[in-house]
């Protein structure tokens, strides 16, 4: 039984990302393509992150001729949930093509998970729907021993030409029995040398836990739902140990939507980095009222995490209760505080265009950012996905486009307060007004000593001198927007 594997994130697909070119290996495809593989399936992955096009499938099905393709995108990275219509062409054209050589497909998405029916009619055989590696592992075993497999928990297929939806299968508890992810499939010296051009160093992806508990009512969850699971730190550290030792990584991205959640998890994993000397640095995802204790701050500190994304979302206390985000203003303050203190970066996803915003939670939102100055700041708009108390709150108003094409599209599919052009603009005025405040800030802490004098800060601190007409002009087309 051959199995060949692929993910439907194309870098060149994705604009904005691919002129940043910090690209992360497909983990979630990584893990599948180790489950099936310890089960004794013969498996081969075609990594389409620097692909031209979809088309480029054809020459390893005819090289390995599988089974099976199976299109498993990851599910641990934001870029792949946000379920863009250029990736999702490219799987649609993925499929076509697979059947075209006679191969069986499934496909596992979030995007997948949510529109099953549609990739069913583009002629997929079987959608794994939510967590997928016991249902992949099962529908393989099924298939190779020609069995039937269409009553599996955890799939939906056509049956009499009617796209059937199965009953979902319970998330997997134990994730330390999960095998670490299958890296030697990939070319890493590819990702290796594209981070070293355009940052530096090299960063590498690696996830501890799984699902979110909080219940946030615009953030979908279609491949862990509201469950959180998590590895042991033993386990964790066993796989950095054996990642630093094959590929010399300097920086870690862990892409677990809320990292250690666990009580006393941080803990023991900066212990046990410090056992085995260790040294790296590491950025995660958090939220700011699980970052409000000093002590916590510390152990992260010490463990190597030089930065902290946390979603802000919003300067408005009336935005994030209608969010159901379950923060306040004041602890946002709090733990940027407490963070930088202890030596992490800080930086914010804010999210625009909420129902119910107006120009004074607007307002309140940029204070709180030239206030706290972040070290860096992720800007949005407001994005509808299945699934979600949000969507289903405005799904009355969406139009013909439902989803971005690219991650930079920012495009409003439902009734805004103001314009689409409005929020283009805020976006870019946002953006320039955040960056002439940290050079003022910059040039106020070489003045005081308290920034050593190097090309970096030089630049940052000089660069207030474009910022500050830059950002009057960008303020000045948003007010007569605003007006409009």
Not at 147 to 161: F, S
């Amino acid at each position: 039984m051959k199995v060949l594997f692929t993910h439907s994130y194309f870098l060149r697909f994705d604009a904005k990302q691919w002129e940043l070119q910090q690209p992360y290996a497909p983990l979630g495809t990584m893990y599948a393509a180790a489950v099936l593989r310890r089960a004794g399936f013969e498996v081969q992955l075609h990594d389409v992150m620097f692909a031209q096009t979809a088309s480029e499938i054809l020459e390893p099905l005819q090289t390995h001729r599988p089974n099976w393709l199976v299109i498993y995108d990851d599910g641990f990275n934001y870029l792949t949930k946000m379920c863009l219509t250029n990736m999702r062409e490219a799987a649609f054209e993925m499929i076509q093509i697979a059947k075209r050589e006679g191969c069986k497909v499934a496909v596992s998405s979030s995007d997948s998970t949510d529109h099953y029916a549609s990739y069913l009619q583009k002629g997929a055989d079987a959608i794994l729907l939510g967590e997928a590696e016991e249902t992949l592992e099962e529908l393989m075993s099924k298939d190779a021993s020609g069995a039937d497999w269409t009553d599996i928990k955890g799939i939906a297929c056509m049956m009499n030409e009617v796209p059937v939806c199965n009953p979902r299968r319970p998330v997997i508890k134990q994730l330390d029995d999960i095998p670490f992810p299958a890296w030697d499939l990939v070319d890493i010296d590819s990702y290796k040398k594209r981070w070293i051009q355009s940052s530096g160093y090299f960063s590498i992806n690696m996830g501890t836990t799984r699902g979110c508990p909080y219940k946030c009512n615009w953030c979908a969850k279609p491949i862990y739902g509201n469950r959180y699971n998590s590895r042991s730190p033993e386990n964790a550290v066993t796989e950095i140990k054996m990642l630093y030792e094959k590929y010399r990584f300097d920086h870690i991205w862990f892409c677990d939507d809320i990292f250690g959640l666990k009580p006393g998890w941080v803990q023991a994993f900066a212990d046990l980095i410090e056992k085995e000397k260790l040294h790296f640095n590491f950025k995660i995802q958090s939220r700011v009222d699980l970052l409000l204790e000093d002590e916590q701050i510390a152990h992260l500190a010490r463990a190597g995490c030089n930065n902290v994304w946390v979603g802000a979302e919003s300067g408005s206390q009336k935005i994030l209760d209608a969010m159901d985000k379950g923060t306040k203003v004041e602890q946002i303050y709090t733990a940027t505080r407490l963070l930088k203190k202890n030596g992490i970066k800080p930086a914010f996803f804010i999210q625009f265009g909420y129902p119910g915003e107006n120009m004074k939670d607007i307002e309140q939102t940029m204070r709180m950012i030239n206030d706290l100055l972040p070290e860096d700041i992720g800007v949005s708009v407001s994005y509808p996905l299945p699934g979600t108390k949000f969507y289903e709150q405005v799904k009355h108003e969406l139009s013909g486009k439902a989803n971005w094409s690219d991650s930079d599209d920012l495009a409003l599919m439902f009734k805004h307060t103001y314009s689409a052009q409005f929020y283009r603009q805020l976006h870019r005025y946002v953006h320039k007004n955040y960056r002439k405040q940290q050079a003022l800030k910059t040039f106020k802490d070489l003045l005081k000593l308290q920034k050593k004098y190097n090309f970096g800060t030089l630049k940052r601190a000089l660069s207030y001198i474009w910022y500050v007409p830059a950002s009057m002009i960008e303020k000045q087309k948003l007010k007569q927007l605003h007006h409009e």
